[in-house]
Structures are given as C-alpha cells and as structure tokens.
C-alpha cells in the first residue's frame, strides 16, 4: 500500500490530526494529510466540524465574564434557613 493510500482511509490518523489541529499547531506535513483524507472521507469532515463546534462552546463556556452581585433571593434564604432550623432541631 502507497503512502497515499494508507493516507486517504486512515480516519484514525485523520481524527487525531483534527484534534491535535484543535490544541495546537500540526506540521506541513500533517496539514496535507490531513487535507488529503478530509478531500475523500465525509464522515472525517462531519467530526472536524463537530469537534470544532464543541471546542469552540467549550472555550466560551470558560472565557465567559462572571456576572457580579449575584446573590440569593431573600425569601429563598428564610425558607433555606428555615429548613436548616427544622434539621437541627430534630
């Protein structure tokens, strides 16, 4: 088996390349394996479009701004204690 051919059905290969893509920097190499397989493989092409979709919401899941002055509402806070009482009570 060529290179290429070993290249074009090695979704293993093309699904690690898509991650490490994701975390950081792959070779020229890679790149062109990559570009290779994703040419001829649907099913590669649908995962990288997830895996970029999920990192994506991942990093604004962790890059959002934490709203200040966030706080209990008082009622919330009187039946929370009252309960608390009742327990300890028991």
């Known amino acids: 088996m060529d290179e290429l051919t070993k290249i074009a059905y090695n979704c293993k290969k093309a699904t690690y390349l898509i991650e ?3 975390i950081g920097k792959i070779s020229l190499r890679e ?4 570009k290779i397989h994703l ?4 099913v590669c092409r ?10 994506r919401m991942i990093k ?3 890059h959002e701004p934490i ?3 966030i706080k ?3 009622k919330f806070k ?3 204690q009252h309960l608390i009482d009742e327990q300890l009570e028991k």
């Open 20 to 22: 490490k893509q994701e």
């Open 31 to 34: 790149k062109l394996e990559l």
């Open 39 to 42: 040419a001829g493989c649907q």
């Open 46 to 55: 649908v995962f990288q479009q997830q895996s970029t979709a999920i990192n």
């Open 60 to 62: 604004n899941m962790f």
């Open 67 to 69: 709203a200040e002055n």
């Open 72 to 74: 209990l509402d008082d």
């Open 78 to 80: 009187d039946e929370l």
